[in-house]
Nanobody
């Protein structure tokens, strides 16, 4: 059983930064590909970034490239999303997800484990 718990969301102003953390419990965290998704009201759940188990393979959605950074600490079973220069369009519920694959997928339907989500609201 793998459990994911996100933290770090909140209300900020445009241009501010937030750091989201995802704590993962369960075995073999280092063998899981991890990702962050987000979902705004009335919209689909879209990938923001993913990272392979080794941390070598990383992907960012075009909308966040250059502003967001994903990294993981396999010793602490944690994956972090550092979000800088936030924009109002970044407002959404952010979800952490995990799947036991070497190459991280991009589709939400391909992830097996999900956190409960954390709200990020950016006021303009």
């Amino acid at each position: 059983q793998v459990q994911l718990v996100e933290s770090g969301g909140g209300l900020v102003q445009a241009g501010d930064s937030l750091r989201l953390s995802c704590a993962v419990s369960g075995r073999s965290f280092s063998s899981y590909a991890m990702a962050w998704f987000r979902q705004a009201p009335g919209k689909e759940r879209d990938i923001v970034a993913h990272i392979s188990w080794s941390g070598v393979r990383i992907y960012y959605a075009d909308s966040v490239k250059g502003r967001f950074t994903i990294h993981r600490d396999n010793a602490k079973n944690t994956v972090v999303l550092q979000m800088n220069s936030l924009k109002s369009e970044d407002s959404a519920v952010y979800y952490c997800a995990a799947v036991a694959r070497q190459i991280p997928p991009r589709g939400s339907h391909e992830y097996d484990y999900w956190g409960q989500g954390t709200q990020v609201t950016v006021s303009s």
